[in-house]
C-alpha cells in the first residue's frame, strides 16, 4: 500500500522532503540527481502514489534537490481534458527549459500552479 494512501500526500511529501535533505549533494546538474531519483524509486517503491503519478514523488525530489543546490527550479502541476477524462502532470523547469519531458507532450497541459 502506498505511503500516500496511509499518511495523506501532505505527509508524503515531507517524507520526500526529508529523504532529498538527507542524501549527499554533489556539484552538478539537476539531471545527475535524476538517476539518484530513478535508483530511490527502484528501493524505496512504497513511495509512489500510484504508478500512474510518479512524476508527483520525481518531480517534487528533483524540485528539493535543485533548491539545495540554489538552482533557478520550478515545479509546474498541470491538467489536460481528453475524451472526458481530466489527465494531471507534473514537470520541473530549469532556467527557463523544461527538463526530463517531452516539451511536445508537456505543451498539451494547462499550468495550474507553479512553485518557484
Do not use: N
Not at 38 to 56: H, V, Y
Not at 79 to 107: A, N, P, S
Amino acid at each position: 500500500m502506498a505511503l500516500s494512501r496511509l499518511r495523506g500526500v501532505t505527509q508524503t511529501i515531507h517524507l520526500i522532503r526529508l529523504v532529498s535533505d538527507k542524501l549527499a549533494l554533489h556539484k552538478g546538474r539537476l539531471d545527475a540527481y535524476a538517476d539518484k531519483i530513478d535508483w530511490l524509486f527502484r528501493r524505496l517503491p512504497f513511495l509512489f502514489l500510484s504508478k500512474k503519478q510518479g512524476c508527483l514523488i520525481r518531480g517534487f525530489l528533483l524540485y528539493f534537490f535543485g533548491k539545495r543546490r540554489r538552482f533557478k527550479v520550478q515545479l509546474h502541476f498541470g491538467c489536460r481534458l481528453e475524451k472526458g477524462m481530466l489527465h494531471t502532470h507534473c514537470w520541473i523547469v530549469q532556467d527557463g527549459y523544461i527538463c526530463f519531458e517531452v516539451e511536445d507532450v508537456i505543451r498539451r497541459y494547462t499550468t495550474l500552479v507553479e512553485y518557484v
